[in-house]
């Protein structure tokens, strides 16, 4: 049994952006299945009530630039797990998390450096940790903090330190200027530290100065050593890849099950299907679509997505008017990009017999969407795990991928439908040959359809990969510090 204090910079259900907020909020739970106790420690953004929260250390003391920021600790329990939200109104009481409407904070390496140096606090009086596992660029100043500014602390002596990559693209950029306001001075501004390309990167941190790193599906965990995906980081992460592995993270089918999903219009399972029919017929009627017999029998291909290029909505873009020359219907669900919104919105008017979007976020809506079509089309050009397409193959929507992260890794071709090559004909291709299976081929579509559904993509197998990493974390002897990455950097 293993103690882990998780430290991110969001968790469900009480702050989300995104997938890490999924993670973050689940696996501390499926842990306790292992034997394993986790804690989480996040801030308390403005959003988070204090109301039913417990104050369980007031006025501890972050030192940082030769002063000092006054924390509040609260604590949460929810479904058995101990959440510690730090409350520092001048960093966290704001309307966003990580900016608003004029763009990121400026002052968010500030902000996440009292975190990281808060959730050490939080493990030397409340919490006593055997590992911290800290998620993502806003939580990879903690390993650092713990070896030079804590190098003979016993609270920290033994202790191990996990590094989870949820998506390399965000690094936690920051000017030179703000060095010495994150409590660190000129040593570490070198290629061998936290400099990159001219500014400060929170990422090398925890890529440096983590005993292991992760990230959330074992595809990914190869695709970022190369140049295309390694977002400049490919160098430090060969260098460390026998302390690097992919853990696919899991789905929580408490939320997303059609045996018990409440927001959809009838439940349905492997062994019963009929369901999913009133589902669908929910889903074009949500929509304005007729109900008749042409419109149930057309493929509905679904799409849930934040609108970016990194999720491929461009190249849905470049393909969709031949795309809504087969006979199907497309539904798209989300908001992001300007060009890619208003290109959806403009073809919402242009091809209103096969086309239909809503621009925003409306979580109710995706769960229809999931239940109600017959397919569920995910373009990513790069996609850590991805999961959306783990949804749908429990709901007998068979996702069509591009083969990359955690997407290739989900989705086979018992499954669903693949294509290689972020490109917009090879796109449309994937669409035409489910298309044609679903026409075609009815037997085949069934089973396909009924193996789906039966995958099992739990957190249960997710969360004893991790469990025995953490126990192999603390059995094995502490590794040599990585000299060969601290140039100009002393202890």
């Known amino acids: 049994m ?27 739970i499926a842990l306790q299945a292992f034997g394993d106790e986790a804690a ?22 972050v030192w940082l630039n030769g002063g000092y920021y006054r924390v509040d600790v609260y604590l949460k329990m929810h479904r058995g797990v101990k959440f510690y939200f730090i409350d520092c109104p001048g960093l966290y009481d704001r309307d966003g998390i990580y900016g ?14 009292v975190l990281c140096l808060a959730a050490l606090g939080v493990a030397r009086f409340l919490f006593r940790t055997d590992i911290f596992h800290c998620h993502d660029w806003q939580a990879a100043l903690l390993p650092l903090y713990r070896k030079f500014y804590f190098p003979n602390d016993p609270t920290f002596e033994g202790t191990r330190s996990l590094f989870s990559i949820h998506n390399l693209g965000y690094q936690g950029y920051f000017p030179h200027r703000q060095l010495p306001e994150i409590g660190l001075d000129d040593r570490f501004w070198n290629a061998g530290a936290l400099e990159f390309h001219g500014g ?42 026998s302390r690097l592995t992919g853990i696919l993270n899991g789905v929580d089918y408490d939320d997303w099950s059609p045996e018990t999903d409440r927001f959809i219009a009838a439940p349905y399972s492997v062994d019963d299907l009929s369901g999913k029919i009133a589902c669908k017929r929910d889903l074009l009627e949500y929509f304005g ?58 073809f919402s008017w242009a091809r209103p017999d096969k086309f239909r979007c809503w621009i925003g976020h409306n979580n109710p809506l995706a ?33 069509i991928v591009h083969a990359t992260g955690g997407l290739d890794d989900t989705v086979d071709g018992e499954t669903g439908f693949k294509f290689w090559g972020a490109y917009g004909p090879h796109l449309l291709e994937a669409v035409r040959h489910a298309v044609k299976v679903y026409w075609n081929d009815p037997d085949t579509w069934g089973k396909m359809v009924r193996t789906a559904m039966r995958r099992d993509y ?11 990493l953490y126990q192999s974390l603390l059995d ?3 590794e040599p510090e990585p000299e060969s990455f601290l140039p100009g950097v002393a202890s």
Not at 2 to 28: N, Q
Not at 387 to 395: E, G, I, T
Not at 458 to 468: I, Q, V
């Open 200 to 241: 400060g990167n929170l990422l090398k941190a925890g890529l440096i100065w983590s005993d292991y790193l992760s990230t959330v599906s074992p595809n990914y965990a190869r695709e970022i050593q190369t140049a295309e995906f390694g977002c400049g980081m490919e160098g430090i992460l060969r260098d460390r890849s």
């Open 40 to 61: 989480v420690v996040m801030p308390r953004y403005r959003s988070i009530s204090k109301d039913d929260a417990e104050l369980v250390r007031e006025d501890m003391r």
């Open 476 to 478: 094995e002897a502490a």
């Open 458 to 468: 739990s957190w249960n197998a997710s969360a004893s990969a991790y469990s025995g």
């Open 367 to 399: 769960h229809r969407i999931e239940a109600g079509s017959d397919m569920f089309l995910m373009p990513s050009r790069y996609e850590p795990c991805g999961l959306n397409q783990m949804y749908s193959l429990r709901y007998g929507t068979l996702p």
């Open 289 to 346: 679509f007729p109900v008749d017999d042409r419109h149930m029998r057309r493929p509905i291909v679904g799409v849930v997505s934040r609108l970016a290029q990194q999720k491929g909505l461009d190249l849905l873009g470049q393909m969709i008017a031949p795309i809504l020359d087969e006979e199907l219907t497309l539904i798209v669900l989300g908001s992001g990009e300007t060009a890619l919104e208003n290109m959806f919105n403009h």
């Open 2 to 28: 293993a103690k882990i204090m998780m430290v991110s910079s969001e968790a469900h259900p009480f702050a989300k952006t995104g997938g890490l907020a999924d993670v973050v909020g689940a696996l501390p």
């Open 100 to 113: 608003d409407r004029h763009g990121d904070f400026g002052d968010n390496a500030l902000r996440f450096a």
